[in-house]
């Protein structure tokens, strides 16, 4: 059945971008390209809105290149006017190389192979500020509800195969959503637990990111950590989990039948999730709101984590009355990034 768009009043006020809107009766295909999974949408656009015609999702390791996804996608339909590639990497100049997986885009070259006459490509977090636009408020967690929000910046971090970060300017009236690459920046430890660890991940990569440790596999590696160096017993049949599921999905799945070590491992998770988030609020002085988006949190998000999570994010020191003035919102739409990517072409 198809599904439509509906261009509801703006839950948050999105300022989408000012290239000629796709005519009337004609089609777009957005791509959400991710380290893990790459989804595909083909919209068709009608009395204004686009509606979602069909969809699929891949394994990012399925294909070689972005042209094999988008031919097996449309083998039985003809190529749309539009392509819009939301894309998990830096973009620079009309061209990615993707951070957790092997190929790259060139969107100029990718459209006239594909025989696609417009095509546009941004950062895969550029495109989930944009998606917010298009949501409701069922689609939201509220983690930190404010009385009185301020109008301001906004920001959205995201961890999933990686750790993606973004910001939202606000210009007055709405906000302009701008790719950054923090997850990328240092870890900073807090605490004698968080420096053993930071010397521990440092002999293993040299450089240590947030993002080692606020995504996928930043929860295998706390899981390991807390296992060989801190002497946790893991359960007899967690080996086994880990080569039937992915190891973080196999630790979301013990964390809810009460193993320990799963339990503290996502709980380290949550609060170096909150410690960035507060870091990426402080130096975009997000009063309009932080977002938590990605793949990892709404699947494992529950009271005792969200009662985590504010407990780090609001050790600021002096600012901490900034912080509680700003509202913190968890996505739980999977399809925050399609729909960004969609409207942002569209």
């Not at 190529?79 to 939301?86: G, H, N």
């Not at 060139?106 to 459209?111: E, N, P, R, S």
């Amino acid at each position: 059945m198809n599904l439509t768009i509906f261009m509801q009043q703006p839950f948050v006020p999105i300022a989408l971008p000012t290239h000629p809107p796709l005519p009337e009766s004609a089609h777009i295909l957005a791509a959400d390209v991710g380290g893990t999974k790459t989804a595909l949408a083909l919209f068709h656009k009608h009395t204004g809105t686009l509606t979602l015609l069909k969809e699929a999702e891949y394994s990012s390791k399925k294909f070689g290149a972005m042209a094999d996804f988008i031919r097996h996608f449309m083998q039985e339909s003809p190529m749309p006017e539009r392509l819009s590639i939301a894309f998990a990497g830096p973009v620079l100049h009309g061209r990615a190389k993707a951070t957790n997986l092997s190929w790259s885009v060139d969107i100029k070259a990718l459209g006239q192979e594909l025989g696609i006459p417009e095509t546009f490509l941004l950062n895969d977090l550029e495109a989930s500020a944009y998606g917010i636009a298009f949501l409701t408020p069922e689609d939201f967690r509220v983690v930190h509800p404010v009385k009185a929000p301020m109008e301001g910046n906004a920001a959205i971090i995201a961890p999933g195969t990686g750790l993606g970060e973004a910001g939202l300017y606000w210009d007055g009236s709405k906000l302009h959503p701008f790719a950054t690459e923090g997850g990328h920046t240092d870890f900073s430890p807090r605490s004698l637990f968080d420096w053993e660890l930071l010397h521990h991940l440092q002999k293993i990569y040299g450089h240590v990111s947030w993002e080692r440790l606020i995504s996928g596999p930043g929860i295998h590696q706390i899981y390991l950590f807390l296992r060989d160096v801190k002497g946790f017993k893991e359960p007899d049949g967690m080996p086994k989990q880990m080569e039937l599921l992915d190891p973080a999905a196999a630790i979301a799945l013990g964390a809810k039948q009460d193993c320990a070590l799963c339990v503290e491992t996502l709980n380290l998770f949550v609060k170096y999730l909150a410690v960035e988030a507060s870091n990426l609020a402080l130096k975009l002085k997000s009063t309009g709101g932080i977002f938590i988006g990605g793949g990892i949190p709404p699947k494992i998000w529950n009271d005792d984590l969200q009662e985590v999570f504010l407990q780090s994010f609001f050790e600021v020191g002096r600012l901490r009355a900034l912080m509680e003035s700003s509202p913190v919102y968890l996505i739980k739409n999977p399809k925050t990034v399609l729909y960004g990517a969609a409207h942002y072409g569209a």
